[in-house]
């Protein structure tokens, strides 16, 4: 939507500038001017509405020449016959609408508490410094160290205490957005801080002054939540205040009790509340009630410190944290229905009606919900791109792809663009990941039509296709759907032991249930308890024994378990190969875990943590986790970066983590609330999905995410950490590969080996191999990632040039899904050794499931097993350097 433009900029607080273009009128298009029949000149009558045409000109505000706006703009406006003001009403409501505005009351809102000796700070980026969340959720973000004690790391001790306009953005409710009054993706939060300077009481006599004195609120329209102990809270606003003790409410540790985590800083919150209907009374009333009620200011005193134990000791430095919502406030005091209609959002909305050729004022309840998500999601979105988040599949990337895909559907919906009706394959969808509505838009473009009825038809029997598949794999196959009705989720004891007693709940083969199985069948086994890992997090399953021992009449029976995995809830399948004796259903067996391999994935577990701090750390807190797996003998973590990482970068991280490894230090792990959780900055897999009790694991001081896995009890465990690859995997897309621990020890061991076999072969000292015993020969073997082949072929060209003869480089990477690209390119000299780049390039390509071919002095090739080049060309190196070797000496 061409011209938009987020009203009302944020100024000194959010940088200077508007950031788009957006013509105004949205708070004088709501003015209501009289117009009593007969009709005069632009006014008429519709359906119990007066429309009159009005010509406002504002001189401060006029758009570019290319708006569709210039100088003036008749505004039409809709108003109920039955509500007409008069003329000198209609100049009075405009003053006080445009005193009242989104830029007003933030205007007001810092400049009341700059002249009570706050500092007024700048917003934050929607980026936030702090590693551990993925966008800036609340105004007190920036000022998190402050709180935790860690003051270094933002604003001087010197700063006492400070108010901000915060831009932030959360999208737990983005479903929510336009169904209620209040939920936004995007919203401003007005805050007011101290750093052990004032506390209660002056943290509660000015939000009151604030609102009914600077804002004008009618003092009998404000009621007063306050944490169910917090007698001096209470006390403050009904003995100095004034606040009946009808309008003020005691709350529960839920609603009014802050936390930054299991442990730390905590204390009593006290929020304002503003009444739209106090003709209701006091008897009954419930704060929670959204129609009646709207919480706008919360109160948050920070005077705890929470001890291991749950106990409280009193803080030395007592803190206020606040915040009020400009959107709320804003709907409260430009006396609109919701926060949509204030001049923060309505402005996005009116261009999205015009466009879309119908009126806000007329619509139905659908279409203004449609409407109230594209003038949410678009301001959101261009926050979010003006802080330097691009589209991407992954991260805070893939929020902001989201909110735009979620605009752009809506939109179509609206009729924003030509209706598109086309058949479409659904490969493009379910296979590729390609999305409909990018296909919709493709096709229209060229002419195509898409036939969306059919295509619902296939996407759900898609649907039903992939769910069968799941269930197939996992457990519901022939009668297992029966079976697992009546079997109970299996109760995991493996964080705390590796083997225990169990009852045999079912058996199945080949998807079947049985009631017995013997000796050399594959099986699958359903226990009421388990010490075994399901594969779950990137962790593979566990591997071990069930097996019964022989005593008495009893037969022994031995099932060695490959494989565990999670079905149809919280069921564990264990699957293995009964390798002696017969096991039956309702048997006792004993279940224990191979402690080896358990504490090889622990070990790599805890290591990718610590490798995704690290990379925060080193690259920016901007990266973030896009997949990972753990398991015995190595771990793989993905993660969205644009480039790269180059060798300097590579030894950070890994002397960082070797570092945190030599600190020793005892992991924490704790169950929680997931709000607590987030609230103390553990880091969420986005996407994931999370029950109300999660499970936290923190190397204090390095890393802290929410991770059912299995972890090392102190980081010693690790011993060591070495990356063995770093490579591009998709667009935006990065993969390092690692070992850790044992699969660390024997990854050294083995390239120590290689190194002597290769010295010995070359007969050279391990620091001559790079160029073998001539050292007029220079080779260049590397991985360029995903350039394409025009962009190898180039790169090649230019390094064979700036080597100088005699050169030798072999180049390879990966440009798209399935594909090798490799060139090899020599000068006169190495040619003259009688290598031939045509020849030699080759059999590198076979081991990419290749092949090709070329001139002695210059070679292309290619493939389609991209998993294998970096073997490929570690054995060009190799070879490389053998041949050079041998000729030149």
Same mark, same amino acid.
């Given at each position: 939507?061409?011209?938009?433009?987020?009203?009302?900029?944020?100024?000194?607080?959010?940088?200077?500038?508007?950031?788009?273009?957006? +013509?105004?009128?949205?708070?004088?298009?709501?003015?209501?001017?009289?117009?009593?029949?007969?009709?005069?000149?632009?006014?008429?009558?519709?359906?119990?509405?007066?429309?009159?045409?009005?010509?406002?000109?504002?001189?401060?505000?006029?758009?570019?020449? &290319?708006?569709?706006?210039?100088?003036?703009?008749?505004?039409?406006?809709?108003?109920?016959?039955?509500?007409?003001?008069?003329?000198?009403?209609?100049?009075?409501?405009?003053?006080?609408?445009?005193?009242?505005?989104?830029?007003?009351?933030?205007?007001?809102?810092?400049?009341?508490?700059?002249?009570?000796?706050?500092?007024?700070?700048?917003?934050?980026?929607?980026?936030?410094?702090?590693?551990?969340?993925?966008?800036?959720?609340?105004?007190?973000?920036?000022?998190?160290?402050?709180?935790?004690?860690?003051?270094?790391?933002?604003?001087?001790?010197?700063?006492?205490?400070?108010?901000? %306009?915060?831009?932030?953005?959360?999208?737990?409710?983005?479903?929510?957005? @336009?169904?209620?009054?209040?939920?936004?993706?995007?919203?401003?939060?007005?805050?007011?801080?101290?750093?052990?300077?004032? /506390?209660?009481?002056?943290?509660?006599?000015?939000?009151?002054?604030?609102?009914?004195?600077?804002? $004008?609120?009618?003092?009998?329209?404000?009621?007063?939540?306050?944490?169910?102990?917090?007698?001096?809270?209470?006390?403050?606003?009904?003995?100095?205040?004034?606040?009946?003790?009808?309008?003020?409410?005691?709350?529960?540790?839920?609603?009014?009790?802050?936390?930054?985590?299991?442990?730390?800083?905590?204390?009593?919150?006290?929020?304002?509340?503003?009444?739209?209907?106090?003709?209701?009374?006091? *008897?009954?009333?419930?704060? @929670?009630?959204?129609?009646?009620?709207?919480?706008?200011?919360?109160?948050? /005193?920070?005077?705890?410190?929470?001890?291991?134990?749950? %106990?409280? #000791?009193?803080?030395?430095?007592?803190?206020?944290?606040?915040?009020?919502?400009?959107?709320?406030?804003?709907?409260?005091?430009?006396?609109?229905? =919701?926060?949509?209609?204030?001049?923060?959002?309505?402005?996005?909305?009116?261009?999205?009606?015009?466009?879309?050729?119908?009126?806000?004022?007329?619509?139905?309840?659908?279409?203004?919900?449609?409407?109230?998500?594209? $003038?949410?999601?678009?301001?959101?979105?261009?926050?979010?791109?003006?802080?330097?988040?691009? +589209?991407?599949?992954?991260?805070?990337?893939?929020?902001?792809?989201?909110?735009?895909?979620?605009?752009?559907?809506?939109?179509?919906?609206?009729?924003?663009?030509?209706?598109?009706?086309?058949?479409?394959?659904?490969?493009?969808?379910?296979?590729?990941?390609?999305?409909?509505?990018?296909?919709?838009?493709?096709?229209?473009?060229?002419?195509?039509?898409?036939?969306?009825?059919?295509?619902?038809?296939?996407?759900? =029997?898609?649907?039903?296709?992939?769910?069968?598949?799941?269930?197939?794999?996992?457990?519901?196959?022939?009668?297992?759907?029966?079976?697992?009705?009546?079997?109970?989720?299996? #109760?995991?004891? $493996?964080?705390?032991?590796?083997?225990?007693?169990?009852?045999?709940?079912?058996?199945?083969?080949?998807?079947?249930?049985?009631?017995?199985? %013997?000796?050399?069948?594959?099986? #699958?086994?359903?226990? &009421?308890?388990?010490?075994?890992?399901?594969? *779950?997090?990137?962790?593979?399953?566990?591997?071990?024994?069930?097996?019964?021992?022989?005593?008495?009449?009893?037969?022994?029976?031995?099932?060695?378990?490959?494989?565990?995995?999670?079905?149809?809830?919280?069921?564990?399948?264990?699957?293995?190969?009964?390798?002696?004796?017969?096991?039956?259903?309702?048997?006792?067996?004993?279940?224990?875990?191979?402690?080896?391999?358990?504490?090889?994935?622990?070990?790599?577990?805890?290591?990718?943590?610590?490798?995704?701090?690290?990379?925060?750390?080193?690259? @920016?807190?901007?990266?973030?986790?896009?997949?990972?797996?753990?398991?015995?003998?190595?771990?793989?973590?993905?993660?969205?970066?644009?480039?790269?990482?180059?060798? &300097?970068?590579?030894?950070?991280?890994?002397?960082?983590?070797?570092?945190?490894?030599?600190?020793?230090?005892?992991?924490?792990?704790?169950?929680?609330?997931?709000?607590?959780?987030?609230?103390?900055?553990?880091?969420?897999?986005?996407?994931?999905?999370?029950?109300?009790?999660?499970?936290?694991?923190?190397?204090?001081?390095?890393?802290?995410?929410?991770?059912?896995?299995?972890?090392?009890?102190?980081?010693? #465990?690790?011993? @060591?950490?070495?990356?063995? *690859?770093?490579?591009?995997?998709?667009?935006?897309?990065?993969?390092?590969?690692?070992?850790?621990?044992?699969?660390?020890?024997?990854?050294?061991?083995?390239?120590?080996?290689?190194?002597?076999?290769?010295?010995?072969?070359?007969?050279?000292?391990?620091?001559?191999?790079?160029?073998?015993?001539?050292?007029?020969?220079?080779?260049?073997?590397?991985?360029?990632?995903?350039?394409?082949?025009?962009?190898?072929?180039?790169?090649?060209?230019?390094?064979?040039?700036?080597?100088?003869?005699?050169?030798?480089?072999?180049?390879?990477?990966? +440009?798209?899904?399935?594909?090798?690209?490799?060139?090899?390119?020599?000068?006169?000299?190495?040619?003259?050794?009688?290598?031939?780049?045509?020849?030699?390039?080759?059999?590198?390509?076979?081991?990419?499931?290749?092949? $090709?071919?070329?001139?002695?002095?210059? !070679?292309? !090739?290619?493939?389609?097993?991209?998993?294998?080049?970096?073997?490929?060309?570690?054995?060009?190196?190799?070879?490389?350097?053998?041949?050079?070797?041998?000729?030149?000496?």
């Amino acid at each position: 939507m061409e011209g938009l433009k987020l009203p009302y900029s944020l100024h000194g607080s959010h940088g200077g500038k508007s950031l788009v273009s957006f +013509p105004t009128s949205t708070l004088v298009s709501r003015f209501q001017p009289k117009c009593n029949p007969p009709l005069s000149t632009g006014c008429r009558d519709y359906a119990g509405f007066i429309i009159r045409t009005l010509a406002l000109i504002y001189p401060s505000r006029l758009p570019s020449k &290319n708006s569709y706006l210039k100088g003036a703009r008749e505004l039409h406006f809709a108003t109920r016959t039955s509500i007409q003001p008069t003329t000198e009403e209609l100049v009075e409501d405009k003053s006080k609408d445009l005193a009242t505005s989104g830029d007003s009351i933030r205007r007001r809102f810092l400049d009341f508490y700059a002249s009570r000796g706050h500092k007024v700070l700048p917003s934050a980026s929607l980026v936030p410094d702090d590693p551990t969340v993925l966008l800036t959720i609340a105004g007190m973000l920036q000022f998190k160290p402050i709180f935790l004690g860690r003051y270094l790391y933002l604003v001087p001790r010197e700063v006492p205490c400070a108010t901000t %306009s915060q831009r932030c953005i959360r999208t737990n409710d983005v479903e929510n957005v @336009g169904r209620t009054a209040r939920h936004h993706t995007f919203f401003e939060m007005l805050g007011n801080f101290s750093f052990g300077d004032y /506390f209660k009481k002056e943290a509660i006599k000015w939000a009151w002054e604030l609102t009914t004195s600077e804002f $004008g609120l009618p003092a009998n329209r404000l009621w007063v939540s306050v944490y169910e102990d917090d007698d001096e809270a209470f006390a403050i606003w009904h003995d100095q205040v004034g606040v009946p003790a009808e309008r003020i409410k005691r709350m529960g540790e839920e609603d009014n009790f802050w936390t930054s985590g299991v442990t730390g800083p905590c204390g009593p919150c006290s929020e304002i509340y503003y009444d739209f209907y106090p003709e209701r009374g006091h *008897s009954d009333a419930d704060l @929670g009630d959204d129609i009646r009620f709207i919480e706008f200011y919360n109160l948050v /005193f920070m005077q705890y410190n929470k001890r291991d134990d749950g %106990s409280l #000791e009193p803080l030395k430095q007592k803190n206020i944290d606040t915040g009020l919502g400009l959107e709320r406030l804003a709907r409260i005091l430009q006396k609109v229905p =919701n926060n949509y209609e204030t001049d923060l959002i309505y402005p996005i909305i009116e261009k999205a009606s015009e466009l879309a050729n119908v009126s806000y004022a007329f619509a139905d309840d659908p279409t203004k919900l449609k409407l109230k998500i594209i $003038g949410d999601h678009m301001r959101a979105i261009v926050y979010l791109l003006s802080d330097g988040v691009v +589209p991407s599949n992954i991260g805070r990337g893939y929020v902001v792809r989201r909110l735009i895909r979620r605009a752009v559907r809506t939109g179509r919906k609206m009729e924003l663009h030509l209706a598109y009706r086309a058949k479409m394959p659904f490969f493009c969808m379910t296979r590729t990941g390609f999305p409909v509505e990018i296909t919709m838009e493709v096709a229209d473009e060229r002419g195509v039509s898409i036939d969306m009825k059919g295509f619902d038809v296939e996407m759900e =029997n898609q649907r039903r296709q992939s769910q069968a598949a799941h269930n197939a794999v996992k457990l519901s196959v022939g009668n297992g759907a029966d079976l697992t009705e009546n079997v109970p989720d299996t #109760e995991f004891l $493996g964080y705390d032991t590796l083997s225990t007693r169990a009852v045999v709940e079912g058996l199945l083969v080949n998807g079947n249930p049985v009631i017995q199985v %013997s000796e050399g069948s594959e099986v #699958e086994v359903l226990l &009421n308890r388990t010490p075994f890992y399901a594969e *779950s997090g990137g962790q593979i399953g566990d591997h071990g024994l069930l097996f019964i021992p022989e005593a008495g009449n009893q037969q022994k029976a031995v099932i060695e378990i490959k494989d565990v995995q999670k079905s149809l809830g919280n069921i564990f399948v264990h699957k293995g190969t009964i390798m002696e004796g017969t096991i039956e259903v309702g048997k006792e067996v004993e279940a224990a875990v191979d402690a080896n391999l358990r504490h090889r994935a622990k070990v790599h577990h805890t290591a990718t943590h610590l490798l995704q701090a690290a990379l925060k750390k080193v690259i @920016g807190p901007e990266t973030s986790q896009a997949g990972s797996l753990v398991a015995f003998d190595r771990l793989r973590f993905d993660f969205n970066f644009h480039r790269p990482l180059v060798d &300097n970068e590579l030894m950070e991280i890994e002397q960082l983590i070797n570092r945190w490894i030599g600190d020793a230090t005892l992991l924490q792990t704790k169950v929680m609330p997931l709000h607590d959780a987030k609230r103390a900055g553990a880091i969420a897999m986005f996407g994931e999905k999370y029950g109300e009790q999660v499970r936290v694991v923190e190397v204090p001081g390095v890393s802290m995410e929410l991770c059912g896995g299995t972890h090392v009890i102190n980081t010693s #465990e690790i011993r @060591g950490f070495k990356i063995i *690859s770093e490579q591009g995997i998709a667009s935006g897309i990065r993969r390092i590969e690692a070992v850790a621990g044992e699969a660390f020890i024997e990854y050294v061991n083995a390239r120590d080996s290689y190194m002597k076999q290769l010295c010995s072969t070359l007969k050279v000292k391990a620091e001559e191999v790079p160029v073998g015993a001539s050292e007029k020969v220079r080779v260049l073997v590397e991985c360029m990632d995903d350039i394409d082949a025009d962009s190898l072929k180039s790169a090649a060209e230019y390094l064979v040039d700036a080597l100088q003869d005699p050169a030798a480089v072999i180049l390879g990477s990966c +440009p798209g899904e399935g594909k090798v690209s490799l060139v090899a390119a020599f000068t006169p000299g190495v040619v003259d050794l009688g290598i031939q780049a045509g020849k030699f390039i080759g059999p590198i390509a076979k081991l990419c499931g290749g092949g $090709g071919g070329g001139r002695p002095n210059f !070679a292309q !090739a290619g493939g389609r097993k991209p998993e294998n080049l970096l073997s490929a060309l570690e054995k060009a190196r190799t070879e490389l350097v053998s041949i050079l070797s041998e000729k030149a000496s």
